[in-house]
């Protein structure tokens, strides 16, 4: 335990080097990154050795201001989270060094690496808090730290509004949590979270749904998801890659934490989950499938693989209350394998964004193209991840739905409600991945692929050196767990270890099943080497021949006449419309000669534009009339705060 | 050994059984048609032949048809054609295989997408579109495989105590699965009435015009992995509805590729009498299928083998 608290001090250490050392720029990130690496180094090393060894001793707690006891304790699901907790942040940090390199905003850096490493530090503790006020205390600090973060360039206005969007869901969500624990606190007048389990049945459900809604809104449930792809497009690349390849988990860890402390036998929970689970997943995809930001569209995607998550923590937990040990293990057991992936594939995605970004000064879809040529290793690294991310074998996204499929199917064993929620969830996982595809070839094809459609574009070069390093070994690691699953998936079993509902359960037979995946991505890979070398033969010694490409009879074609984000994506948002409403803007064609015409299409996320319509600006205007509390006076204000503990010591 | 010479005779005569349909549709439209070998000549020619390639395409253009053509033959090699078992099986090997499937889709996509060409485009966000529907019927169909006899593999599908089979157990019940079936194959294979290989303008097909730009061997790749394609789907559906069975391998393996045939020359019929549907039908046409493979396992919640 110790050694965990060391390595947090050593990472804390690493921030707290930025700030002190930012006049010497270089230095300053040198020994930054160098510090919290060796920190969660450390922190890997004991995790890793804890999660396959004796998990023993794990348990500690101080005593705080003399009130407060902060308590800590290690089982495997912490472990678990503890891996993507110690493993991206080296290697985002290692990527920033050539991402953040301007110069005048060395100050501005200093202080982003000492968010970045409380950031990390937030993580690691509130997966290893044992009761609620050290968990919240670790909550907020990571809300906070994050919330500084996403502010980097915050001279930009969009930004600081996307902060603030933040902001509030962040808040709002703690403000769930505080009264999901008040509500426990109010039963048995205890933070320890051994006790929470005490507490009446008939309480339990409103609990985890005020939890659900806080977490929720962590990870970016719908409709609790319209700060991620606000924050992230505003955030720098490196930290939207911790943000969304670890941070969102952290919701997720929370929502599946306060299901095993609840230990409740009501089965409308694991409803209730698996229900938002294939909402999220579906309409994450559609919107990012919509959008031509890519930063945009890959927050997006993320709240498509909370769905995913979820789906897999939902069938989990309804294998649970049916009794049906396969389904609730491989449930869970997929929906850890799937956070472990995600973290490494949306991280790859974010950073092959920010290199984009960086090198053409935009992030639109409709400007970029023919990438691939120019930013080899970004866009090599860029297809790996989004294959993997499609779930498409041989690499790493598939292990983890193959997990969640094999938990559903065995889910189909059940009768009446959980046997339809089975059905529908192999359904959506089948569209979610289909729809990934389509959403994935979107931005591999028409960013990367093709002619530049600006000059932006077209002069773009590759990133610095430890950014392409940063990106392919995540790319070698997609491919190396795709083709080579069972290490890592023993990661995950050990994960779901200490869940005392799946005691006993054994895994050999599946443990075959996962070498003979192992084994078919082999002869793919075999196969498809010898059909590559066949084709070099064929062409060997013949003449290879290169023009324009076909244009259908027209001779005259221009780079603009390429196929569009929005109109590849058209007809699929449209199947969604009811859900995905959207605004054609047309100037028209209004003289004998018409002059220019415009057309733009405009698509919106119908959670947040109901917030718009049916909450913010109802709100506003109430708000507008009670603007005369408001006003400036400082005695009266003084007045104000006597006024309310008055009230407050004698009424209550 | 059996195993082999099945996959090797699979490959052997894949291309030679799209010839049957060419032949059916000459038939209707009172002609003579291509010969039946025509399909190997085509795959001599392309072979022999080099090729051209766009300068707006990149390495992706080139691994096309590679990833595609690898696919298609892993289908073939996890297969088992005429109760003979495949090369290679395991528990859980359908959702392997329907996800390379996706790959190949990925990698068709993005090859055609790397020409920078808007009819390729086009084609490829229909592509992508249709197939995700056609994946949500075969999900389903695989939901109900896996009640009847709860395995996920094809070789289990069709071997051991509960085989699935239009004269078996539950048969009844198969009966919209087979059609299901039948209008997927119609969709993944860009057969008519959702795809029209045939016509004349590039604005109107889908997956043919995602390969326009392909040339010789590269173009040879993708028709024999089309081939493959189809046939593992005619196969799968033939193993579903074929009633004869006899102990003697040769005589199975006859009376299935009759079958087999036999579906063929039913795409060729439906290709004579129906014309592509409208762009916005065919989504629509997609999904029926789903509805009636729906409605069935909710009809297989009682059953459980």
Known sequence: MDTLFVSIAVIFAGGVVGLLLYRQFTLMKLVAIATSSVGCGIGFIFTLSKLFGQASGLDVSYNWLHLFTLAFKIDSVSLFFLIPIFLIPPLALLYSFHYLENKEKQARAGVNYFFFSMLICAMALVVISANMITFLLAWELMSLSSFFLVMYDYEVKSNRKAGYVYFIFAQGGAMMLFAAFALIYSYNGSFAFESIAAIPDSAKLLVFVLAFLGFGSKAGIFPLHIWLPKAHPAAPSHVSAIMSGVMIKMGIYGIFRIYLLLDSPSPMIGQIVLITGMITGILGVVYALAKQDIKELLAYSSVENIGIILIGLGIGMVGVSQQIQAMAFFGFAGAFMHVFNHSIFKSLLFMGAGSVLHQTKTKNIEELGGLMKRMPVTGRTFLAGSVAIS????????????LIYYGAFNGLTATKLPYILAIL?????????????????????????????????????????????????????????????????????????????????????????????????????????????????????????????????????????????????????????PFVPFKDIYSGIKKIFPGTTTWDTKTFDIADKNYQERLIGPMMTLMAKLRWIQHGNIQLYIGYIIVAIIVLLLFL | MESILSFCFAVLIA????????????????????????????????????????????????????????????MLLFFPMAEIAPLFSFHGDVLMLFYLMGLGRFFTIIAALDTASPFEGMGAAREAFFSTLAEMTVFGILIIFFKLTGSLSFQEFFSGDHVISLMGEYGALLLLVVAGLYVVMLTENSRVPVDDPATHLELTMIHEV??????????????????????????????????????????????????????????????????????????????????????????????MQ
């Open chain 2, 210 to 303: 995602m390969i326009l730009d392909h040339s010789g061997p590269d173009l040879a790749l993708i028709e024999l992995g089309a081939y493959f394609k189809l046939l593992f789907y005619s196969g799968f559906l033939a193993r579903l509805i074929d009633p004869f069975h006899s102990a003697n391998v040769w005589i199975n393996s006859l009376l299935f590729y009759s079958v087999v045939a036999f579906i063929y020359i039913t795409i060729g019929v439906v290709e004579s009498i129906t014309a592509r549907y409208k762009m916005d039908l065919v989504p629509k046409f997609i999904l029926t299928p789903f509805i009636f493979v729906f409605f069935v396992t909710i009809l297989t919640m009682g059953v």
């Open chain 1, 425 to 577: 969830a192999i359904i959506s996982l089948a569209v979610i991945g289909g729809l990934a595809t389509a959403c994935f070839t979107k931005v591999v094809g028409l960013a990367f692929l093709g002619e530049p459609r600006t000059e932006k574009a077209a002069n773009a070069k590759e990133s610095g050196f430890t950014m392409g390093a940063v990106m392919s070994i995540m790319a070698v690691a997609c491919l190396v767990i795709g083709v080579l699953p069972q290490p890592f998936i023993s990661l995950a079993f050990q994960g779901v270890a200490d869940i005392p509902v799946l005691a006993g359960f054994n895994t050999d037979a599946f443990m075959v099943i996962i070498r003979q995946i192992s084994c078919t991505a082999g002869l793919f890979i075999a196969i498809f080497i010898v059909v590559s070398i066949f084709r070099k033969m064929l062409y060997s010694g013949k003449e290879i021949g290169s023009g324009g490409t076909w244009g259908c009879g027209f001779t005259q074609p221009t780079v603009r006449m390429q196929y569009t984000g929005t109109s590849y994506a058209a007809e699929m948002v449209d199947f969604f419309r």
């Open chain 2, 15 to 74: 291309p030679l059984l799209p010839a049957v349909i060419q032949k059916v549709k000459a038939y209707f439209a009172g002609k003579q048609g291509p010969p039946l070998l025509i399909n190997y000549y085509t795959m001599i020619k392309l072979f022999k032949k080099g090729s051209v390639y766009s300068t707006s395409t990149s390495f992706v253009f080139k691994l096309g048809p590679v990833v595609g053509f690898t696919t298609s033959i892993m």
């Open chain 1, 391 to 402: 779930g498409l074998p041989p690499f790493s996204g598939f292990i983890g739905e193959f």
